[in-house]
């Protein structure tokens, strides 16, 4: 990991890096961006440039095994505290984790890099529910014991100790914390403790590795077997978050330096995301189906369907579909076209015929070129089929109002 005291550095979609870093340094975050990259191919984290690297359009954070770490934030117009927390906001409504208030006001006063505030996250809830008590499943013992407790061992009693009324083959339960879930959690705690920069954050860790002490240890956390249900319900949420934790380390191996860490989330699949579940939540009262199945653009004569749709939200209303797609991109007003790309307007057109929908919506996210912070941005009709195609915007520097917006936005076509 790097050294604990240097300073991340910061930059922002498609800016360049903070200038200064030597090449050797530049050369380990471009590997380990390249290494943990590929999962979003064709989609780069960072590409070399003549000065040096440039992020791309996926943002979080890059801990380079010897070398820095570099922290890429969305390009949204607020400052670097604001998005960190927008952003810490948004991952938490994409992961379905629920988030009270006051988590969400120590976020936006905490000054503090993406990482440490998400550690600082997990580190707090799990101690919250481990001081209430670990997760333990019963697994059956056997042991050889001067008094009988369980039930007799009958094979192993009349073969080994035929004649011995002193000694009894027992088999018993016994309650135990060494369980997959807990060994899972205890992995993420030794992880993130050799992760973090922060004294108070340590503290909470070492209490946590304590309290975790009789889970056994893994080679591999993310193949324990792991039964998530009733028993174990508080447990879910930090399960889920541990594996994201777990599951982003590259051993170098050219080197054979520690493993580099990488948490990254290219930030189109966490706008729809986030603006999904929003939507959810927003109007409760409809249907509402995320990447929705079922339409094709082309019925053959043969009556085979091809080239299968799937819209990033649909809800449905009494009068019809509204059909929202989102795009994270910024739009330009400097042109009439607002300079949406042809092809999403026509990928509207097709959605908006499949479905028979009442309208089609296209969601950007604002920025300060924009007269009104979310809302309706333009009102278009397709032409042929007289369908409205809206343009709107949603804040989401203000991840907290955006339900709010997109309800009125809902609501809104609803009624006209």
């Keep these: 990991m790097p050294d604990a005291a240097a300073e991340p550095l910061v930059c922002r979609e498609w800016q360049p890096l903070p200038v200064g870093l030597a090449e050797r340094e530049v050369g380990r975050l471009h590997a380990l961006a390249e290494r943990a990259g590929r999962r979003f191919a064709p989609q780069k984290v960072l590409t070399r440039t003549a000065s040096g690297l440039q992020a791309c359009q996926v943002v979080g954070v890059l801990a380079a ?30 992961w379905r984790l629920r988030v009270a208030g006051g988590e969400l ?36 013992h056997q042991e050889d014991l001067n008094l009988l407790r369980g039930r007799l061992h009958v094979t192993r009693q009349v073969t080994r100790f035929v004649g011995r009324p002193d000694r009894y083959a027992c088999r018993f339960d016994e309650r135990t914390e060494d369980t997959p879930l807990n060994r899972v959690l205890k992995a993420a705690v030794a992880k993130l403790a050799d992760l973090t920069r922060s004294a108070d954050t340590r503290r909470r860790l070492a209490e946590l590795a304590a309290r975790l002490q009789f889970a056994g240890d893994t080679a591999d956390p993310l193949r324990e077997l792991v039964r998530l249900d009733r028993t174990n ?26 493993p580099g860490f990488a948490l990254l989330f290219p930030m189109n699949e966490l706008f ?7 939507v959810i939540r927003a109007v409760p009262a409809r249907r509402v189906y995320l990447q929705h199945r079922g339409h094709h653009a082309i019925d053959t004569a043969a009556d085979r369907r091809l080239f299968a749709l799937r819209p990033d939200i ?103």
């Design 272 to 278: 729809e995301e986030f603006v999904g579940r929003c």
């Design 105 to 140: 006001a120590a976020m936006r006063t905490q000054r503090r890099e993406l990482l440490e505030i998400l550690i600082r996250l997990f580190t707090g809830r799990l101690l919250t529910v481990v001081r209430r008590g670990l997760p333990r499943r019963y697994l059956e």
């Design 314 to 416: 649909v809800v449905e209303t009494p009068a019809g579909a509204i059909i929202l797609d989102t795009k994270w991109k910024r739009l330009t007003f400097d042109d009439d076209d607002l300079g949406i790309s042809p092809s999403d307007i026509y990928q509207m057109a097709v959605y908006g015929d499949a479905y028979r929908a009442k309208r089609v919506v296209l969601i950007y996210p604002w920025h300060e070129g924009m007269d009104c912070r979310s809302g309706i941005v333009r009102n278009w009709t397709i032409r042929g089929a007289g369908r409205p195609l809206d343009v709107a915007a949603v804040d989401v520097g203000r991840p907290d109002e955006v339900v709010e917006s997109l309800r009125r936005i809902v609501a809104g076509m609803e009624t006209t």
């Design 233 to 258: 319900v508080t447990f879910h949420e930090l399960y889920r978050l541990a594996c994201r934790f777990l599951a982003r380390e590259w051993q170098d191996t050219a080197t054979g330096a520690k």
């Design 65 to 94: 095994p010897g070398g820095p770490t570099l922290e890429i934030l969305p390009k949204i117009d607020h400052d670097d505290g604001a998005v960190r927390a927008a952003l810490v906001r948004m991952l938490t409504v994409a």
